[in-house]
């Protein structure tokens, strides 16, 4: 069965540094989303992404985060310059049709620790 | 504001108890509800929604409009099913759907 991957599975960065995370959706899927999760906390919406276009973003995703498609298969999420808050366990996920009632295929999470 | 409220962290069970984790939401219109799951070392998966009306792994949910809930149940707990539970709410907000999770339940099932 087709899985959303994502990498690293863990990554560890310091203050001010840029992250880029990796994400390769569902070959058929054309709708993508991040969301996190700061430890202990409810899983948090951040973007939504069709057709090459942010969708909807949430309060959180500000200027310092960006997301791109830069080929057929990746989706990345980057944060320009990580702040200690910005530690939390990132997801990607997608559907095949981007309606609320479509099921979203989440990967398995990459950790990211700032320092 | 749409928000999704689980309000036990926690619920420990012995092997072929009923559970019962709750979920209340608050949406004015019609909700998308969904419970998702997430075992040990594994992703969060979809376990089911309400506009399905199905059974998943002798899991139901129900969802009351009245008191605006939509509690996962099951008649006998197994090992197996020890997990965390995300009750999560479809985001009518914008051109694209998203999801508004709640906290999770942790389900300890024990033998």
């Known amino acids: 069965e087709p899985e959303v991957t994502q990498t690293p599975s863990h990554q560890v960065t310091q203050m001010g540094q840029e992250v880029i995370l990796r994400c390769v959706p569902i070959s058929n899927h054309l709708y993508f989303y991040w969301y996190r999760q700061i430890l202990g906390q409810k899983v948090e919406f951040l973007v939504s992404f069709y057709n090459n276009e942010i969708s909807e973003k949430s309060e959180i995703f500000d200027d310092q985060f960006s997301v791109e498609r830069p080929d057929g298969s990746n989706f990345t999420l980057k944060i320009r310059s990580t702040k200690l808050e910005d530690s939390a366990m990132y997801f990607c996920?997608?559907?095949?049709?981007?309606?609320?009632?479509?099921?979203?295929?989440f990967g398995p999470g990459t950790r990211l620790t700032v320092l | 504001a749409q928000r999704v409220t689980q309000p036990e962290k926690l619920l420990s069970v012995f092997k072929g108890a009923p559970v019962e984790l709750k979920c209340n939401y608050s949406?004015?219109?019609?909700?998308?509800l969904f419970w998702y799951v997430q075992y040990s070392r594994q992703r969060l998966q979809l376990l089911l929604r309400h506009i399905s009306r199905e059974s998943i792994k002798g899991f139901t949910a129900d969802l009351n409009k009245g008191e605006t809930s939509f509690h996962l149940k099951k008649p006998f707990a197994q090992e197996e099913d020890s997990a965390m539970y995300y009750c999560a709410l479809g985001n009518y907000g914008g051109s694209q759907g998203n999801l508004i999770f709640g906290k999770g339940t942790k389900l300890s099932v024990k033998p």
């Open positions: 949406y004015s219109g019609s909700p998308e």
């Open positions: 996920a997608s559907s095949e049709v981007g309606v609320v009632a479509d099921t979203q295929y």
